[in-house]
């Protein structure tokens, strides 16, 4: 079988965009000036989690409509948290940096413990 006769996840390939996008912006940070949307000037590593918030959203919308509940629970909960993280510096909101910073760590450590128990199980 090759690449060509596979049939293409659209869903799953819209959300490898974004998450793939928010990491190319994150990476050129250092070497790109802020950039125009509009009237505004977005730096692109902040302009980075706002597109990783969306793909996690996308993402969370995918796979639990697929019946994926782990991994789509897992990319709800990170679009909650990076959104959090991405809306505390445009409001300055100390609150939400925090709360942003937990949902994405207590996600992470919750996807880790839930794996780890799905493999004990096999």
Known sequence: MTVADRE????????????GLAGLLFL???VVGPLALGGLRVRPVALSTV??????????VVYLRRGQRLIGTAHAV????????????AFG?????????????????ALV?????DRDRE
């Open 8 to 19: 293409i996840d659209y869903g799953s390939a819209a959300v490898g965009t974004l998450v």
């Open 28 to 30: 050129a940070e250092p």
């Open 51 to 60: 597109v990783l918030a969306l793909g996690f959203g996308l993402g969370g």
């Open 78 to 89: 990170g679009a909650v948290g990076w959104g959090l993280l991405a809306l505390a510096p």
């Open 93 to 109: 909101s100390e609150t939400a940096l925090v709360l942003g910073l937990a949902v994405v760590v207590g996600g992470a450590v």
């Open 113 to 117: 413990v839930q794996v780890s128990r």
